[in-house]
């Protein structure tokens, strides 16, 4: 059975991952407390371990927030990417370019399916799936723990900046590209059009990050100035 701060934990994750809570946004403990009924222990306990996962940004005399993060963070978030996850591909064709380029093209199936309906957490959650199972094929412990270190954080950043089904099309063919080009065991076009998706997915967030700060400046202008 799952502990009150297990449960407080994993719904606000849960919350933060799909956008429910952007980012930035704060997070009371007393609110929070008042939503799941508990002491504000188990919710002090959620975010401590939620600071630990990188999600949750705790200041000292002000209160917790749900991480942020500027436009060099997200770019250094995609040179990660780029890095774990080149050597992810490369290591899981060697282990066998068949099974994976079979597993990466029914998930594409499923996104197709996904983007047809207009159902932008399923989009989110295969495109989550396609990435890491290059890290389930590797068969590298290590390069699998370090990609759940920043997995959650570009999750968050994902459903935050980019999910709207412009977002969702543009990655389903970039992923029918890299699968494609899997099943056919090029896997130096298959590397090069990771490197592309990851970068234009890298652009396209950071595109939303400087709409969104806009908007912000916008409505903090008296309506008489505007």
């Not at 500027?70 to 591909?89: S, V, Y």
Request: include cysteine; aromatic fraction near 4%.
């Amino acid at each position: 059975m799952r502990t009150l701060t297990q449960h407080a934990t994993d719904e606000i994750r849960r919350w933060i991952l799909d956008g429910s809570i952007g980012l930035g946004e704060p997070l009371s403990e007393s609110l929070l407390a008042a939503r799941f009924g508990y002491s504000k222990t188990p919710i002090r306990e959620a975010l401590l371990q939620l600071k630990k996962e990188g999600l949750v940004s705790i200041r000292p005399q002000t209160g917790s927030f749900v991480f942020d993060i500027d436009a060099r963070g997200i770019e250094d978030l995609g040179t990660m990417r780029e890095i774990l996850e080149t050597a992810a591909l490369d290591r899981a064709m060697t282990a066998g370019a068949a099974r994976l380029g079979a597993d990466l093209t029914e998930i594409c199936g499923h996104m197709r399916a996904a983007v047809a309906a207009g159902d932008h957490t399923g989009c989110r959650d295969l495109d989550t799936a396609f990435h890491e199972t290059m890290f389930h094929l590797a068969g590298n412990p290590c390069l699998l723990e370090c990609y759940r270190t920043y997995a959650a954080r570009a999750i968050a950043v994902g459903s935050c900046l980019g999910t709207d089904q412009h977002h969702c099309r543009a990655r389903l063919k970039e992923h029918e590209q890299i699968a494609g080009l899997i099943v056919l065991g090029e896997r130096a076009a298959a590397t090069q059009a990771l490197v592309a998706h990851i970068r234009t997915t890298t652009a396209s967030y950071i595109d939303s990050l400087a709409r969104r700060q806009s908007r912000r400046r916008y409505q903090q202008v008296p309506s008489a100035d505007r």
